[in-house]
C-alpha cells in the first residue's frame, strides 16, 4: 500500500527517461531501476490493484521512499543503471550483481600500425574511446565494418611480420590491407585508420549514404538477403556513432567545441563566438536549502577552475527567478569573484528565469551581456527578444555545448545542495540532544545510514545501537521527526 508521501511523489514525477531508485525505511538503496518514461514506469509499482510477480509484490512493500534521475535518452539510461547497481549493488536487483561492463572500441593512435580493439575499461591512457555501448553485437558490428571498409589489422601482433602472415589470412578473407607484407605504406595505413575513427566519430555522414545507395541497389536486383543484411547494418551503425557515446581525445574535443561555440554564435546572433560562457542553475528540496551554482565553459569546453557555489540569501521558499537574480547580482557585483566578464550567460530555465537574470544584470550595469535561457523540458534556447526560442537539431554541436554545460551546472548544484545538506543534518539534530557526543552520533549514522533512516527506527532500536536509556532514545527521536 503507497504511502501518501509516495502518491504525492509519483504525481510530480517527471515524463521523461531516467533511472529510479527504490529506498526502504531506513533510507538504504534497495533497488535500481531505468524507464523510458519515468512517471509511466513508477507509478506502475504503486497503483492500486497491480498484480505484481511476488519478488516485485516484495520489493514494493518494503520502499518507504524513492529518488529520480533524468538522462537524454533510453540507452543512457540503461549505462546509468548499471553504474548504479554495481556501485550500491541494491538487494532485489539480482539479475545484475555481476562485474559485466558494456564494450566499447579503443583506437590507440600511438603504435606504429593502429587498430581498432574492443574492451570492457575506459581508460585515461591517451587513446580514443568509442563507447562504452549497451549492445555489444552493435560495437563488434562496428569494429568489423571499420576494419573491412579501411583495410585495418585485426590481429593482435605489436608490430605485424611475415611470420604472423602465416596464420593469418584477413587479407583475403577480411580485406585488410596486409601491412605485415609491407603492401601499405606506414603514412597510408594511418590516413585510413585516421578515417575509420573519423567515421566511428560521427564525422563521416557520406559514408552512411553510400552503404544506403549500395542497400537500394542490392534491393533492385533482388539480392533481398544482402539488402537485409546492409539494412541492419546501417541501424546499427547509426546507433553506434551517436555523438553522446563518443568519447574523443583532447584535440577532437577541442576542435569540436570551436566549432559548437561558432554554430551557437551564428544561431544566436551573437558577433563573435562565445569564448567565455557562463551557466547557472538553482537547486532545492521542497523550498529548503536553496543553492545554485555557477559554471564556466572557455572555448566551449567546462573549466572546473572557474566553478562556484552560492547558498540563497534573500529568498524564502522555492523561487527558481527570485533566486536566479540574486545569484546573478552577487555574481558581478561581487569583487572578490574574480572571473572575466562572459561573452554569453545561459540561466537554467524558460522565459521567467531569463527575464529574471536579464533585469538584474541591468541592474548592475551589465545589461549588454547576451544572455539566453535553456528549457529542459524540449531542449530549447529561449531568446526572450520577441524572437520564437530555437530548437537546434539534436546532434547539433551548438546544442551539445550548451547542454553540455547545462548538465556540469546541475550536477555541481546539486552536488553542493546534497552535501549542505547532510552537513546541516550532521551539525544540528543530533547535536541537539543531551547525551549524544560525537562517537554515539557516528554510531547512529553509522548504523542508520542517515538521519532518514534514524527517523524511521523505534526508541529500543536506537537506544541499542547508540548504548543509551530509552530516554535519551526518545529524545534523539524526537529531534530527528522535528527536522
Known amino acids: 500500500m503507497a504511502s501518501d508521501l509516495i502518491r504525492e511523489r509519483v504525481k510530480n514525477l517527471p515524463d521523461r527517461p531516467g533511472c529510479y ?69 541494491p538487494r532485489f536487483n539480482i539479475l545484475m550483481r ?35 555501448f549497451p549492445s555489444s553485437p552493435v560495437v563488434r558490428m562496428a569494429k568489423d565494418f571499420a576494419e573491412k571498409r579501411w583495410g585495418l589489422r585485426g590481429c593482435n601482433a605489436i608490430e605485424p611480420d611475415a611470420e604472423c602472415h602465416r596464420h593469418c589470412g584477413a587479407d583475403v578473407i577480411r ?89 551557437l554564435a551564428e ?16 537547486s532545492n528540496l521542497f ?21 562556484r557555489h552560492f547558498r540563497i540569501k534573500t529568498v524564502e521558499g522555492a523561487d527558481d527567478p527570485r533566486s536566479m537574480a540574486e545569484v546573478v547580482k552577487r555574481r558581478f557585483a561581487d569583487e572578490s569573484i574574480r572571473l572575466e566578464r562572459p ?14 537574470a536579464r533585469a538584474a544584470l541591468a541592474e548592475v550595469g551589465l545589461g549588454d551581456i547576451p544572455t539566453v535561457g535553456l528549457a529542459e523540458r524540449q531542449e530549447e534556447i529561449v531568446l526572450g527578444d520577441g524572437r520564437p526560442s530555437l530548437m537546434l537539431p539534436r546532434d547539433s554541436e551548438a546544442l551539445f555545448v550548451c547542454t553540455r554545460l547545462r548538465d556540469e551546472a546541475h550536477r555541481f548544484a546539486i552536488s553542493y545542495h546534497r552535501n549542505l545538506r547532510d552537513r546541516t543534518i550532521r551539525e544540528s539534530a543530533l547535536d541537539s540532544v543531551p547525551g549524544i557526543g560525537e562517537a554515539k552520533k557516528m554510531k547512529l549514522l553509522r548504523h542508520f545510514k542517515s538521519i532518514y533512516g534514524i527517523r524511521r527506527a ?21 529531534a530527528v521527526s522535528a527536522r
Open 21 to 89: 531508485l527504490m529506498r526502504d525505511r531506513r533510507g538504504a538503496i534497495i533497488y535500481v531501476g531505468k524507464a523510458k518514461n519515468l512517471k509511466r514506469r513508477v507509478s506502475q509499482y504503486f497503483r492500486p490493484g497491480a498484480r505484481h510477480a511476488p519478488k516485485v509484490r516484495s520489493m514494493v512493500n518494503t520502499v518507504w521512499d524513492f529518488e529520480v534521475m533524468t538522462v537524454k535518452n533510453e540507452e543512457e539510461a540503461l549505462l546509468t543503471e548499471s553504474a548504479l547497481i554495481k556501485k550500491y549493488k
Open 343 to 356: 561573452d554569453l550567460f545561459i540561466c537554467d530555465g524558460g522565459i521567467t528565469q531569463l527575464n529574471a
Open 175 to 263: 580485406s585488410c590491407s596486409a601491412p605485415c607484407l609491407g603492401r601499405i605504406s606506414e603514412a597510408e595505413y594511418r590516413e585510413r585508420f585516421e578515417e575509420a575513427c573519423a567515421f566511428l566519430g560521427g564525422s563521416r555522414p557520406e559514408t552512411f549514404d553510400e552503404l544506403v545507395s549500395e542497400m537500394s541497389g542490392a534491393a533492385e536486383k533482388g539480392d533481398y538477403e544482402r539488402a537485409a543484411r546492409l539494412r541492419d547494418m546501417i541501424a546499427a551503425l547509426r546507433q553506434m556513432t551517436k555523438a553522446h557515446f563518443v568519447r574523443r581525445d583532447g584535440a577532437a574535443r577541442a576542435q569540436q567545441a570551436m566549432k559548437g561555440i561558432a554554430d
Open 267 to 282: 544561431a544566436i546572433g551573437l558577433p563573435a563566438p562565445p569564448r567565455i560562457i557562463e551557466c547557472a542553475d538553482i
Open 98 to 132: 555481476d562485474d559485466k561492463r558494456y564494450l566499447a572500441l579503443r583506437a590507440d593512435a600511438s603504435a606504429k600500425w593502429p587498430r581498432l580493439v574492443c574492451c570492457r575499461i575506459v581508460r585515461d591512457d591517451g587513446a580514443r574511446y568509442f563507447g562504452p
Open 458 to 478: 523505534d526508541v529500543k532500536e536506537i537506544a541499542s545501537v547508540a548504548g543509551v536509556g530509552e530516554a535519551v532514545a526518545a529524545e534523539v527521536l524526537r
Open 287 to 307: 523550498g529548503t536549502h536553496s543553492v545554485a551554482s555557477l559554471v564556466v565553459a572557455r572555448d566551449g569546453i567546462p573549466d572546473r577552475r572557474y566553478y
